[in-house]
């Protein structure tokens, strides 16, 4: 089964919603596995030990201080909700991953170590390294 990690920048409530209501996946966030506050680095060295797929909404190389080429040398699949995503209310957030969620997971399971992905309001994926 796929574990996803969904890093501080997606609510644990959205997270808890897809736990409880069957979707398929493992789900763990932020607080539930006492990451937050870590350096990026740190985390995604945890996450590629653990084997997990990152979901995220953090974009930006900076405030990640790591590139998406260096997130894919990792080896860790890492997807990126798209800016769309930021401009929405938590109600719409989690209505558009519920109603997303069959994709995101068959896309899940197809992709190689090191995908890092961005998934457009369409629900398409762009490759992005």
Known sequence: ???????E????????????GGAPGSFMDAVGSKMTGMR????????NELGWIVISS???EQTRGISAEEVAATGIVYLMLGEFFDHLKIWEKTKWVV???DAIYRQAQGLTSGSVQ???KSGE?????
Not at 9 to 20: C, D, G, T
Not at 40 to 47: R, S
């Open 118 to 120: 961005l998934i457009l």
């Open 9 to 20: 920048n997606v609510s644990p409530r959205l997270v808890e919603i897809l736990r409880k």
């Open 40 to 47: 990026d680095p740190d985390w995604l060295q945890k996450i």
């Open 99 to 101: 109603a997303h969620w």
């Open 125 to 129: 994926f762009k490759s992005v390294a």
């Open 58 to 60: 953090d974009r930006n």
């Open 1 to 7: 089964m796929i574990t996803f990690y969904f890093d």
